[in-house]
C-alpha cells in the first residue's frame, strides 16, 4: 500500500509539474471533476486508468516507476523566489543549466572562465536551493525530476522572452540539428486536448533522452534548447481587418432578422510552434 501511495504522489508530482490540473484530467477520462479528485483522494486506480493518466500527461509509466527508486529528486519546479535567484546572478544560472544537463565540476570549469573557488560556492548556492546535493570531491546529484520544468510566464522564461528570445531566433533554421515548424489550423476541443498531449509527451522523451545521455562525456552531447508553443491566436495585424462587431441599437436600426455570422478569419486562431536548435 505504502508504494502505491507513493507511486500515486510522484504522479501527482509530474502532472503539477506539467500545468495539468483535475479539471483537464476529468475532460480527457471523460469523467467528473469531483471523480477525478477522490480517485487520487483514495489512491485508488485500475491499470488502465493509470496508463491513460499517463497518456494524457505524455509520461511513461516505466518513468514513473523509476522515480520511486530516486528517494530525493523530487523537484519538478523551483519555486518563484528561487527562480528569481538565477535570473539575478547569470553566474548561478550557468551553473544551474550545466548540472541539469548533468555537466561535472572539472567541464564546468574547463569550457567557463569560472575559478574553481567560485564554481564551489556556486554549487553550495545550488545545494541550498535543493536543486542538486554537492557530494565530496565536487560530484554532483542532480535532485530534479525528469519532468523538470520551468514556472509557466515565471523568471526564468521571461528571462528568455525578454533579453534572449531575439538571440535564439537569429538563425534561418536550416541545418542538420536545426529545426522551426509553424503550422496554423483551427482545432476542435478533443483534437487540441490530444495535440496538447501529444507536446507533452515529446517535451518528456526530451527530458529522458537528456537523462539516459549524462552518462556519455560531455564533448559527445551538444547543448540543445527546445521550444513548444500552443495558444489561440490570431495576429492583430490581421484582426483588425476583422468587421465591427454590429451594434444597431447604436445606429438606432432595426435588429437583424437571424444571428449573424461573425466572418471568417484570414487566419486560422490557432497555432503551433516547435522549435529545437542549437543553444
Not at 126 to 148: C, E, G, H, Y
Not at 220 to 246: C, F, G, M, N, S
Amino acid at each position: 500500500m505504502a508504494r502505491t501511495a507513493a507511486l500515486i504522489d510522484a504522479l501527482k508530482r509530474e502532472l503539477k509539474a506539467r500545468n495539468i490540473t483535475y479539471a483537464t484530467l476529468a475532460k480527457q477520462l471523460a469523467m467528473s471533476e469531483v471523480s477525478v479528485k477522490r480517485m487520487f483522494a483514495q489512491k485508488e486506480f485500475t491499470l488502465s486508468r493509470l496508463d491513460r493518466i499517463c497518456e494524457c500527461a505524455g509520461l511513461e509509466f516505466s518513468d514513473l516507476a523509476r522515480s520511486l527508486s530516486v528517494g530525493d529528486a523530487v523537484i519538478s519546479q523551483l519555486t518563484y523566489e528561487q527562480e528569481k535567484e538565477l535570473v539575478a546572478d547569470y553566474r548561478l544560472m550557468l551553473v544551474a543549466l550545466c548540472t541539469l544537463n548533468h555537466w561535472s565540476f572539472e567541464d564546468i570549469v574547463a569550457t567557463y572562465g569560472l575559478p574553481q573557488s567560485e564554481a564551489v560556492q556556486l554549487l553550495a548556492r545550488l545545494d541550498r536551493l535543493k536543486f542538486i546535493q554537492l557530494l565530496p570531491n565536487n560530484r554532483v546529484r542532480l535532485l530534479v525530476s525528469r519532468a523538470f520544468s520551468w514556472i509557466p510566464d515565471g523568471p526564468i522564461q521571461r528571462f528568455f522572452k525578454e533579453q534572449v528570445q531575439a538571440d535564439f531566433f537569429r538563425s534561418r533554421f536550416d541545418r542538420d540539428n536545426e529545426l522551426l515548424l509553424l503550422a496554423n489550423g483551427a482545432l476542435s476541443r478533443s483534437s487540441l486536448s490530444a495535440l496538447l498531449a501529444r507536446l507533452r509527451k515529446t517535451a518528456a522523451e526530451f527530458s529522458g533522452m537528456r537523462s539516459d545521455d549524462a552518462p556519455l562525456p560531455s564533448r559527445d552531447r551538444t547543448p540543445i534548447t527546445l521550444l513548444l508553443a500552443v495558444r489561440p491566436w490570431e495576429p492583430e495585424v490581421l484582426k483588425k481587418l476583422r468587421r465591427p462587431a454590429a451594434s444597431s441599437s447604436a445606429r438606432g436600426a432595426s435588429a437583424p432578422s437571424g444571428p449573424r455570422q461573425a466572418p471568417r478569419a484570414p487566419l486560422p486562431r490557432s497555432t503551433t510552434r516547435t522549435v529545437s536548435r542549437l543553444a
